[in-house]
């Protein structure tokens, strides 16, 4: 049973099948392009996009819209100190802002990046700095079927081959996402955490987490690594952050709010330099873009993020989805992690060649059978790499009921069942940053 009851609600409807073509090929086959209103149940993203609480709404009413030295950053500051262990924070507009302060002061022309994933936009902000964007990933993770519990650690011994390639002076920044998106939401042990800061450390790097979702990656770390079982998520979520020399935030996913996010820094210099890019790009350093009633909401979010029964119920919701997927017979990258399904489009179109987007084909296809709208996570939405395609159906949070799930579940059976008569797609218009394409390129169905 949810330990929360809902307050307020708001209507949905499926459009007709008619309708939802017609929208499919409006948006140029692709998600991103859909209006909201013609979408039944969105699983795009989780970020920004989940329900806040009664305690944020509350806190936003006492907002201090002030431009220099808001109550509300002094809220939104000490919540990072108390869970997190940063003393220094620049607020920003949502988390690729983050990344583009701390990037931006951190990078320069002909640096390397080595994460164990980067996601699309920390991918994007690397390349726009000049640098090389390098992906560590687990060799675990590469294998949709193995039950590994942490497919989202960092792989040591291909940071330390980088830097045999590249040489340590051209890796001023070791990078970690928890939990790694890319890798299908899967979570990274604390072992790895610091195995993984000790490599930086050793190569003079500065290391960098992306905190998006390290509520969720402390609850993993909780559940599956010994000696962690006894230890509350709160302690557990600040512990990961002891090894990191800065985090770049987004709001919009473990601090439970609509729009918001930060970086966040031991080093006074680097702190001081992040500021001054912040005022260019964002705003001043007391509101970075947000009004002050944001930044309560996302000062309460932090702390109620690591509060049970909050993320248990958050993450479970996402194992209840793929428990229900799997019993339909759609394959399903394995374990479930942290924000959301992955579905296996290689599995499911399997005639369709990867230079076809069997991905995006299938984000096209729930759809088109139920209205169901995900997003391609695999070589539409990262061109040149050799992940699998992969679809992310990610849950918002306190949004949807099991109803919802058997819908979303029940639409990709019919997918599996009419799998034959799908096509690949091909682009036909794109931007010029291709790792920023699936954000806004236009397909066509293949013409056989």
Not at 85 to 95: I, Y
Not at 416 to 442: C, D, N, Q, W
Request: contains cysteine; aromatic residues 8%; charged residues 25%.
């Amino acid at each position: 049973m949810k330990s929360y009851k809902a307050k307020m609600v708001e209507p949905i409807e499926l459009p007709s099948r008619e309708e939802r073509e017609a929208a499919l090929e409006r948006a140029g086959y692709n998600a991103f392009n859909l209006d909201a209103r013609d979408v039944y149940i969105d699983l795009l993203t989780d970020s920004g996009t989940g329900t806040m609480s009664a305690e944020q709404w509350a806190a936003m009413i006492r907002g201090d819209e002030a431009y220099a030295g808001s109550e509300s950053f002094a809220r939104l500051a000490e919540s990072v100190r108390d869970v997190m262990g940063f003393e220094h924070v620049v607020p920003t507009h949502q988390g690729r802002g983050a990344e583009n302060v701390l990037y931006g002061v951190l990078l320069e022309d002909g640096d390397v990046v080595p994460n164990n994933s980067h996601f699309d936009t920390t991918r994007a902000h690397v390349v726009n700095q000049g640098a090389e964007p390098v992906d560590c990933p687990s060799p675990a993770a590469r294998d949709p079927n193995s039950t590994e519990t942490f497919k989202g650690n960092f792989d040591i011994d291909a940071g330390y081959a980088l830097v045999e390639e590249v040489g340590a002076d051209a890796i001023p920044v070791v990078a970690l996402t928890i939990t790694n998106n890319s890798v299908a939401g899967q979570p990274v042990s604390m072992a790895n955490i610091r195995a993984t800061a000790e490599f930086a450390r050793d190569i003079d790097a500065m290391f960098v987490i992306d905190a998006c979702r390290f509520a969720e990656n402390a609850h993993f770390i909780k559940t599956h690594e010994a000696g962690y079982e006894n230890h509350s998520v709160a302690e557990i979520a600040r512990a990961q952050f002891e090894h990191a020399d800065a985090i770049t935030m987004s709001g919009k996913k473990d601090a439970l709010v609509n729009i918001g996010g930060f970086a966040a820094m031991r080093d006074e210099t680097v702190f001081e330099h992040a500021k001054q890019r912040a005022i260019l790009y964002e705003g001043f350093p007391t509101y970075g873009g947000l009004s002050g009633r944001d930044i309560e909401a996302m000062a309460v979010g932090l702390r109620e993020a690591v509060t049970p029964p909050y993320v248990t119920d958050r993450v479970e919701q996402v194992a209840e989805l793929g428990d229900l997927l799997v019993e339909a017979g759609v394959p399903v990258y394995q374990p479930t992690g942290g924000h959301a399904v992955y579905l296996d489009a290689g599995e499911v179109f399997p005639h369709i060649p990867k230079e076809e987007f069997p991905g995006q084909e299938l984000v096209c296809a729930l759809y088109l059978e139920g209205g169901v709208r995900g997003v391609e996570l695999g070589g539409f939405a990262f061109p040149g790499t050799d992940r699998p395609d992969l679809v992310r159906l990610a849950l918002p949070r306190r949004t949807y009921s099991r109803e919802h799930l058997e819908h979303v579940a029940e639409t990709a059976a019919k997918v599996m069942a009419s799998a034959g008569e799908y096509g690949g797609l091909e682009i036909v218009a794109e931007p010029p940053m291709k790792e920023l394409r699936h954000f806004s390129s236009r397909l066509e169905p293949v013409s056989n």
